[in-house]
Nanobody, 118 residues
Framework: VQLQASGGGFVQAGGSLRLSCAAS????????MGWYRQAPGKQRELVAT???????DYADFVKGRFTISRDNAKNTLYLQMNSLKPEDTAVYYC?????????????WGQGTQVTVSS
């Protein structure tokens, strides 16, 4: 599955952005989709996940500020980011964890840059 992330940009602290991740097709046998981020000089870290059943989980540093959601009809994953902080600056990646035949696959989008100024 190809994933296309978009919606990043430049925003002042306290502002909001909504990221989108469009899948090239409907994903059958989906386990979960998620958003990760990687800041310069740091490892990629989990931001939020949503399972096929709709259960969500968030990293502590975004709880109460970010919301992950999915529109199955549009094959699109979203990340609503509010109350942004300079430390949220990173490249944000989406991924999809699913089964194809008997193989487990994890596909990644290309990333979208989010820059938050103080």
């Amino acid at each position: 599955v190809q994933l296309q992330a978009s919606g990043g940009g430049f925003v002042q602290a306290g502002g909001s952005l909504r990221l989108s991740c469009a899948a090239s097709r409907r994903i059958f046998r989906l386990n979960a989709m998620g958003w990760y981020r990687q800041a310069p000089g740091k490892q990629r870290e989990l931001v939020a996940t949503i399972t096929s059943g709709g259960s969500t989980d968030y990293a502590d540093f975004v709880k109460g500020r970010f919301t992950i959601s999915r529109d199955n009809a549009k094959n699109t994953l979203y990340l609503q980011m509010n109350s942004l902080k300079p430390e949220d600056t990173a490249v944000y990646y989406c991924n999809a964890d699913y089964y194809s035949n008997f193989d487990r696959n994890v596909d990644w989008g290309q990333g979208t840059q989010v820059t938050v100024s103080s």
